[in-house]
């Protein structure tokens, strides 16, 4: 089955300091991984993606994202965390049996920066 | 320019009652869907649009009926609410139907409370 987990509910990092948000993923074929972030009130936005290619994806914001195979992992990474980085943060994967139509969402990790 | 928007932004009302929220997307997207975050952030889709054609229903109740118009808007209609609909329902948009690459855009939201 296609599934995403994101084993921590919680992430409290001092702002400067280096944050990442585990993510790990269960596929059949080609993984399709995307992050997005929720701020209080709002919808989703889109953060970045990996398809293929470089295993080191980068995206908004200064947030970067590694995808490494053979733990099945994609964890969000950002070197040095802002207080305005505080938000929703969700893995997801592209079930690509549905030709791509349907997204399945890890539970969120909630991210708090403390300044 | 709102590239996905939904209407209304808050809806409370009664148990019982029908109530209809609209999402109208302007980025010229073949795809559209429905997303039901509860009150523990889970998100999880319940219906997929491709060119006003359903694909994905996520063994949603059938007293949740989407309709699509034309491939710019899906409106999502739900008879005799009940207490468990409550929650934050997502309108999305992504490019291609099939588009397992595709970024979605959300929109922000619209908060339903039935009493």
């Known amino acids: 089955a296609q599934s995403v987990a994101q084993p921590e509910d919680q992430v409290n990092v001092a702002e400067g300091n280096p944050l990442t948000v585990k993510c790990t993923y269960s596929?059949?074929?080609?993984?399709?991984l995307f992050w997005y972030v929720q701020y209080p009130n709002r919808g989703l936005q889109f953060l970045l993606k990996?398809?293929?290619?470089?295993?080191l994806v980068k995206g908004s914001y200064g947030f970067e994202a590694e995808f490494n195979k053979s733990q099945t992992s994609f964890h969000l990474k950002k070197p040095s965390a802002l207080v305005s980085d505080s938000a929703l943060y969700f893995c997801?994967?592209?079930?690509?049996?549905?030709?791509?139509?349907?997204?399945?969402f890890g539970a969120g990790t909630r991210l708090f920066v403390k300044a | 320019d709102t590239a996905v928007s939904q209407t209304p932004k808050y809806l409370v009302t009664q148990m019982g009652n029908d109530k209809s929220i609209k999402c109208e997307q302007n980025?010229?997207?073949?795809?559209m869907y429905w997303y039901k975050q509860d009150s523990k952030k889970f998100l999880k889709i319940m219906f997929s649009?491709?060119?006003?054609?359903?694909?994905i229903n996520e063994t949603v109740p059938n007293r949740f009926s989407p309709k699509s118009p034309d491939k710019a808007h899906l409106n999502l209609h739900i008879n005799s609410l009940e207490l468990g609909d409550s929650a934050v329902y997502f309108c999305?948009?992504?490019?291609?139907?099939?588009?397992?690459?595709?970024?979605?855009?959300f929109g922000p939201g619209t908060r339903l409370t039935v009493l």
């Open positions: 999305a948009s992504s490019e291609r139907g099939g588009g397992a690459a595709d970024t979605q855009y």
């Open positions: 596929v059949s074929g080609n993984p399709y």
């Open positions: 990996y398809i293929t290619g470089d295993n």
């Open positions: 997801a994967v592209r079930d690509v049996r549905t030709g791509g139509f349907k997204t399945i």
């Open positions: 980025l010229g997207h073949d795809t």
């Open positions: 649009y491709n060119n006003k054609e359903l694909i």
